[in-house]
C-alpha cells in the first residue's frame, strides 16, 4: 500500500503527517509508525499525525511519538496539521479540531497558525523531589499532556538529556512519566526554553505544550506577563497567551511559525 504524507515544521518541531480520512492507515503498527519516523532509515520526525473524520468538529487529530505510542496533545503538531487541513481543504480559516485531550480551535494566519489550548489542569506550584540527593523545586501543569517546568539562571549550562531523563522517569510522575522543561526568564518580561521530550526522549528543538506550560507558571509566579514571547532551541520565538484566574488561567493560545519541508510516499 503506497500512502501519501506531508513533512513539515513549526519552530523546527517537525512532524509526518497523514490525511487519513478514508481510515486506512495502520494505527495499530507501532513498529511501522516508528520507522516512518526513524531520522536515518525512515522520513525522520519528532511525530507522526493523522487527520481523520470528525463526528463533533472539523476532523479528528491523532498523534504518536517516534516511539509509536499514542499522546493526547501536541501543540506544534496541532498548528501544523491545522495548516495542512486549510490547505486540503479539510476545514476553513478558523476550525475546531478533535484530540484525546478535548476539543482544539486553531486559526490559520497569513505566517503562522494560533491555536486555542485544552484548558490547562493537574496544577501544582512550588513542588519539589529528590534527586541525587539534592532537593529539586519545580511547577507541574498538564496542557494537554504533562510538564514539569524548572526555572534556572544559566540555562546554557543545564544539561537538559541528563536532568530532563531523570526527572522524566522519576517516580513521582510514575508511571506515564513527564516532560520536562527548564526556563530562564530576561530582564525585559520574554522566556528561553529548552525542553527534554517524553517519547522522543531527548532534547527537542520546540515543544508546543511545553512553551504553553511555561509561559502560564510563569504568569502565574508573576514573572512575566501575558502575553508573553517565548524563545526555544530552535531560536524561533512563539506567543503564549491567556487570562489569569483565581485558580489558573483560561483563554490559553499559542501562536507561531509553521512551515512546509517537502511531501512523498511511504509504503506499507
Wanted: proline share 3%.
Amino acid at each position: 500500500m503506497k500512502i501519501k504524507f506531508w513533512k513539515m515544521h513549526g519552530a523546527q518541531n517537525d512532524f509526518v503527517l497523514f490525511d487519513d480520512r478514508s481510515g486506512g492507515f495502520p494505527v495499530a503498527d507501532r513498529a511501522f509508525i516508528a520507522r516512518v519516523a526513524a531520522r536515518h532509515s525512515g522520513i525522520g520526525s519528532e511525530g507522526v499525525m493523522l487527520i481523520q473524520k470528525s463526528a463533533t468538529a472539523d476532523f479528528r487529530m491523532r498523534f504518536f511519538n517516534p516511539d509509536g505510542g499514542e499522546v493526547d496533545m501536541c501543540g506544534n503538531g496541532a498548528r501544523c496539521v491545522a495548516r495542512l487541513a486549510f490547505e486540503l481543504g479539510v476545514a476553513k480559516e478558523n476550525m475546531t479540531i478533535e484530540t484525546t485531550a478535548g476539543q482544539v480551535k486553531a486559526h490559520v494566519l497569513p505566517n503562522g497558525v494560533q491555536i486555542r489550548m485544552t484548558e490547562p489542569s493537574g496544577w501544582k506550584l512550588d513542588g519539589s523531589l529528590v534527586l541525587d540527593g539534592q532537593k529539586l523545586v519545580y511547577d507541574f501543569v498538564n496542557t494537554g499532556v504533562p510538564h514539569v517546568v524548572i526555572r534556572t539562571e544559566s540555562l546554557r549550562d543545564v544539561d537538559v538529556c541528563a536532568t530532563g531523563s531523570a526527572v522524566r522517569n522519576h517516580r513521582d510522575f510514575a508511571p506515564a512519566g513527564t516532560n520536562v522543561n527548564f526556563v530562564d526568564v530576561s530582564a525585559d518580561g520574554a522566556l528561553t526554553v529548552r525542553t527534554y521530550e517524553r517519547g522522543v526522549e531527548a532534547e527537542t528543538p520546540a515543544c508546543g505544550t511545553g512553551v504553553t506550560a511555561c509561559g502560564l507558571v510563569a504568569a502565574r509566579h508573576g514573572w512575566v506577563k501575558l502575553p508573553v514571547n517565548v524563545r526555544v532551541a530552535s531560536g524561533d520565538v512563539l506567543v503564549v497567551s491567556g487570562q489569569l484566574t483565581a485558580g489558573g488561567v483560561s483563554g490559553v493560545t499559542l501562536t507561531g511559525p509553521t512551515e512546509h519541508v517537502f511531501e512523498g510516499i511511504v509504503e506499507y
